[in-house]
């Protein structure tokens, strides 16, 4: 079944990497959502507020969000709003590492740290656990993602009840 997705990332530094998990999905018939640069830009000079509307927006209808992990991601304000409000929504959650994803110049970069470790899900209980503790993370290279991307979405939309 295809699903919905969000891929949230840090678009100046791994857009080139976003790219090719977002393009492996096309091959495998998955519909993809994302906010591309033009629109990003034309509406972060409305301010933070139009920035939540967007992303809100490109949120309405999925199922899953795909986290993907450069090494700066978890440092970028936009990417920890998009995980907070998908987890608010209910939407599975995975998280793919990218860093290894060679860019046009041929190069990787360093691993960085997984913004599932500092995103908090909170249950029915009222108990509270690192959504990394929750939720899986992967790598596209070494887990091969161009192969098993959609299998890890599907599980994650399960997992949600989605």
């Given amino acids: 079944m295809a699903r919905r997705a969000f891929f949230s990332f840090h678009y100046e530094l791994d857009v080139q990497r976003a790219s090719v998990v977002r393009n492996s999905r096309l091959t495998h018939g998955e519909q993809l959502s994302f906010i591309d640069a033009s629109m990003w830009e034309s509406t972060k000079c409305q301010g933070d ?8 927006k490109a949120l309405e ?48 970069t360093q691993c960085g740290v997984n913004p599932l470790d500092s995103a908090m899900v909170t249950f029915s209980n009222g108990t509270k656990k690192p959504a ?31």
């Fill in 49 to 56: 507020d139009a920035l939540k509307r967007l992303i809100n």
């Fill in 61 to 108: 209808n999925t199922s899953v969000t795909v986290v993907l992990i450069g090494s700066h991601t978890n440092q970028r304000p936009w990417v920890k709003y998009e995980l907070e409000r998908s987890i608010a929504r209910g939407n599975g959650i995975v998280a793919v590492r990218v860093n290894k994803i060679k860019n046009f110049q041929g190069q990787i």
């Fill in 132 to 162: 990394s503790s929750y939720y899986k993370t992967y790598d596209y290279v070494d887990d091969d993602g161009y192969n098993n991307l959609g299998t890890w979405i599907e599980e994650a939309a399960r997992l949600a009840g989605k």
